[in-house]
């Protein structure tokens, strides 16, 4: 069995370049595959996604929702957590052996695999540590990819276009890498079952997604230097597709494919970040007064007010992993007693939490409140507009009373892009976050999987993912 992710490719776009004869490889494997649309129950972000795919668990058992952090109700403040490692479905008896190529949230050796390469190439800043199992198996990796794990290129209020322009061209050259690297490794290695995660999609379409809709009214600000780039996001599409072609025709012609994506990518410019304000404003949060705040948060947040860009660049450089967890400020000092409802971070979308009476442990939410409570903020929510008068809410998730999720995942609109909140006749401002990012997720992935394994059915859930590719093979669930 050969699964092939294509992380945060849009199917929209694959079956836009298949249909015009631009990615012959994925359309001649759709022609003898079903397909089949990814998609949670209940779709909170893209971080939990992948830890979904690798346990079979769903978020609120995996716990993994926002890169280390976790909201600790009994603190009161997002906290960062030493996870155990989760335990893959392909890890379960019956594999007779794995090969893993760059498959987030995997172990760094396991004694049913023919190879682990872990960090080669990643997109996600959490899995920059770089291992090969076994080692010798780092002779077919050749050279490293040209990736740096994690970075940001800010081409807004930077100098930093050039770099920006070679994101193509890093990406085009990563894709030849992985390519011939994933065809070494099957060939000398040759695992019952591989999964090879391409996360070029993923990075570039962050960075290049204006490529491909350049008139796209969010795009209006993009200075100009950052739109006349070498290489466009179609372009990695296209070699990409050269490279599954290579890997399927080394897989063979008796060998399972499966091609799929978590979810997809969609025009953006930057991150909303207006939710704390407005629930500060409509009343439903509250800061605490200047005396009561804790001493040592204030002096933080003093000096990370005060210290130059540049300081701030060498300090994340030389600063171990762990302190900057311990000195990450995610959370303003609420007054909690007069705070019900307060937004929590998330890498995309507006997250809310309830401040509920023994589930937090300054909770003033009566428990019998919970749901009106909620009604009330969703329409709060669906009420609010942009300054040209758009709705700024398009789909409102409510999760349940669990301990670690949000209560509410508010997934914006286009016109939430726009900095300002409009409710009845308030008005809330707050910059974007990340204003370079041009590419944002959306709520659905796809799956190419053969039709005798698919059946009937057209939807499946990250969490079920991985235990429909392994029935070919045999791994029970």
């Given at each position: 069995?050969l699964?092939?992710?294509?992380e945060s490719?849009e199917?929209t776009?694959v ?5 015009a004869?631009?990615m012959?490889?994925?359309?001649a494997?759709?022609e ?5 649309t990814?998609?949670?129950e209940?779709?909170?972000g893209?971080v939990?996604?992948w830890?979904?795919?690798?346990s079979?668990l769903?978020?609120?058992e995996h716990?993994r ?7 600790d109700?009994?603190q ?6 030493q996870?155990?490692p989760?335990?893959p ?12 190529f760059?498959?987030?949230?995997v172990?760094?050796?396991s004694p049913?695999?023919a190879?682990?390469?872990?960090g ?6 959490m899995?920059r540590?770089y291992?090969v199992?076994?080692a010798d198996?780092?002779?077919?990796l050749?050279?490293r ?5 994690g ?9 930093r276009?050039a770099?920006?322009s070679?994101?193509g061209s890093?990406?085009?050259?990563g894709?030849r ?9 099957l060939r000398r290695?040759?695992p019952?079952?591989?999964?090879i ?6 990075r570039s379409?962050?960075w290049l ?9 969010l795009?209006?600000?993009i200075?100009?230097?950052a739109?006349?780039?070498?290489v466009?996001i179609?372009?990695?599409y296209?070699?990409a597709?050269?490279?599954v ?7 063979g ?7 799929f994506?978590?979810?997809g ?5 930057g991150?909303p970040?207006f939710l ?7 009343g ?5 007064k200047?005396r ?14 005060r210290t130059p860009?540049?300081v701030k660049r060498a300090?994340?450089g ?5 302190l900057?967890l311990?000195a990450?400020q995610?959370?303003p000092?609420?007054?909690?007693a007069?705070t019900?409802?307060?937004?929590i971070?998330?890498?995309?979308h ?7 009476e023994g589930?937090?442990v300054?909770?003033?939410v009566?428990a019998?409140?919970?749901d ?8 709060m929510?669906?009420?609010l507009?942009?300054?040209?008068g758009e709705?700024l ?6 999760t349940g009373k669990?301990?670690v999720l949000p209560?509410?995942?508010v997934?914006?609109?286009?016109a939430a892009?726009?900095?300002v909140?409009r409710l ?5 401002r707050?910059p974007?976050?990340l204003?370079w990012l041009?590419?944002?997720h ?12 698919a059946?009937e059915?057209r939807?499946?859930?990250p969490?079920?993912?991985?235990e429909?590719m ?7 669930a």
């Amino acid at each position: 069995m050969l699964a092939v992710a294509l992380e945060s490719a849009e199917w929209t776009l694959v079956q836009r370049l298949m249909d015009a004869g631009e990615m012959p490889n994925l359309a001649a494997l759709a022609e003898r595959s079903a397909k089949l649309t990814v998609a949670p129950e209940r779709y909170i972000g893209g971080v939990p996604l992948w830890p979904s795919f690798t346990s079979g668990l769903e978020p609120e058992e995996h716990r993994r929702l926002y890169g280390p952090w976790l909201w600790d109700p009994h603190q009161m403040r997002v906290a960062s957590q030493q996870f155990e490692p989760l335990a893959p479905l392909w890890s379960r008896a019956g594999a007779g052996s794995v090969g893993l190529f760059d498959m987030p949230g995997v172990p760094e050796t396991s004694p049913a695999a023919a190879f682990i390469i872990r960090g080669w190439g990643s997109h996600n800043p959490m899995e920059r540590e770089y291992t090969v199992f076994p080692a010798d198996a780092a002779s077919l990796l050749a050279e490293r990819h040209p990736f740096r794990c994690g970075t940001e290129i800010n081409y807004v209020s930077g100098d930093r276009v050039a770099e920006l322009s070679r994101v193509g061209s890093d990406t085009i050259r990563g894709l030849r890498l992985r390519g011939a690297a994933g065809v070494r490794l099957l060939r000398r290695l040759r695992p019952e079952v591989a999964m090879i995660d391409f996360p070029e999609f993923h990075r570039s379409g962050h960075w290049l997604w204006h490529t491909l809709e350049p008139g796209d009214p969010l795009y209006e600000s993009i200075p100009d230097a950052a739109r006349s780039l070498p290489v466009g996001i179609a372009d990695v599409y296209r070699e990409a597709d050269r490279q599954v072609g290579l890997l399927v025709e080394e897989a063979g012609p008796d060998a399972e494919v499966f091609v799929f994506s978590l979810n997809g990518m969609e025009p953006a410019h930057g991150i909303p970040d207006f939710l704390r304000s407005v629930l500060l404003g409509t009343g439903y949060a509250r800061i605490a007064k200047l005396r009561t705040r804790s001493l040592p948060g204030r002096g933080l947040r003093w000096v990370k007010a005060r210290t130059p860009p540049r300081v701030k660049r060498a300090y994340h450089g030389a600063a171990s992993e762990k302190l900057l967890l311990r000195a990450a400020q995610l959370l303003p000092d609420y007054d909690w007693a007069a705070t019900r409802a307060f937004a929590i971070p998330s890498e995309q979308h507006g997250w809310i939490r309830l401040n509920v009476e023994g589930r937090e442990v300054a909770g003033i939410v009566p428990a019998g409140e919970y749901d009106a409570t909620c009604e009330g903020i969703e329409a709060m929510l669906r009420s609010l507009v942009s300054a040209a008068g758009e709705p700024l809410v398009k789909q409102v998730v409510r999760t349940g009373k669990d301990n670690v999720l949000p209560d509410l995942a508010v997934h914006w609109t286009p016109a939430a892009h726009g900095e300002v909140a409009r409710l009845d006749g308030r008005e809330f401002r707050a910059p974007r976050i990340l204003p370079w990012l041009v590419g944002q997720h959306t709520v659905e992935g796809f799956c190419l999987a053969p039709e005798w394994v698919a059946g009937e059915r057209r939807t499946v859930a990250p969490a079920e993912l991985q235990e429909l590719m392994l029935a070919p093979v045999g791994v029970a669930a």
